[in-house]
Antibody, heavy 124, light 107 residues
Framework: EVQLVESGGGLVQPGRTLRLSCAAS????????MHWVRQAPGKGPEWVSG????????GYADSVKGRFTISRDNAKRHLYLDMNSLRAEDTAFYYC?????????????????WGQGTLVTVSS | DIQMTQSPSSLSASVGDRVSITCRAS??????LAWYQQKPGKVPKLLIY???TLQSGVPSRFSGSRSGTDFTLTISSLQPEDVATYYC?????????FGQGTRLEIK
């Protein structure tokens, strides 16, 4: 069974940094692209970032480009999201998500499994 | 960036009705279009990918189609458990984008 367990969320002041982690199990982690998706309470999902299986290709939403960095450690079966210069509008549940087997250009894909999410609240 | 416009934003129908939800892309996305179902308090569930391929385990009353840059999710016979919000998602290029959602209720 695929399991994705996020950690690292919490309350942080605007302008500060935070690192989210995702521990993956139940599938061959280094066979799949991975994504981060966020969802503010009462809003729809917003894709944040995606990364290919080998970290060779990746992408970001315009809203986080230059502030967030996605990375992965296949040996540890972990996905990460480093978030800098946090803003109030970054407040949301952040989900680690597994790509489907079929991907385009290394990482572009739908999502077939989601973690339970970790809440990031940016407020002074 | 390519914009995804979903319609309607909300929909009320009776059990057994045929229901359709549309997603229009501002530019071509080929068949790189997925549909998700999200129930309250749950994460989104993948229903359709590649515009028309049914994800494993999804009931066959769900189907997807494409006409140019217009995509349609159809539920052939609405069931009470289909009450949810439905999102389209395009994934042909960065940024990956979700539609704004369609809330489906039972009359």
């Amino acid at each position: 069974e695929v399991q994705l367990v996020e950690s690292g969320g919490g309350l942080v002041q605007p302008g500060r940094t935070l690192r989210l982690s995702c521990a993956a199990s139940g599938f061959t982690f280094d066979d799949y692209a991975m994504h981060w998706v966020r969802q503010a309470p009462g809003k729809g999902p917003e894709w944040v970032s995606g990364i290919s299986w080998d970290s060779g290709t990746l992408g970001y939403a315009d809203s986080v480009k230059g502030r967030f960095t996605i990375s992965r450690d296949n040996a540890k079966r972990h996905l990460y999201l480093d978030m800098n210069s946090l803003r109030a509008e970054d407040t949301a549940f952040y989900y680690c998500a597994k790509a489907t087997p079929l991907v385009y250009l290394g990482w572009l894909s739908p999502i077939d499994h989601w973690g339970q999410g970790t809440l990031v609240t940016v407020s002074s | 960036d390519i914009q995804m416009t979903q319609s309607p934003s909300s929909l009320s129908a009776s059990v057994g009705d045929r229901v359709s939800i549309t997603c229009r892309a501002s530019q071509g996305v080929f068949n790189y279009l997925a549909w998700y179902q999200q129930k309250p308090g749950k994460v989104p569930k993948l229903l359709i990918y590649g515009a028309s391929t049914l994800q494993s385990g999804v009931p066959s009353r769900f189907s997807g189609s494409r006409s140019g840059t217009d995509f349609t999710l159809t539920i052939s016979s609405l069931q009470p458990e289909d009450v949810a919000t439905y999102y389209c998602q395009k994934y042909n290029s960065a940024p990956i984008t979700f539609g704004q959602g369609t809330r489906l209720e039972i009359k």
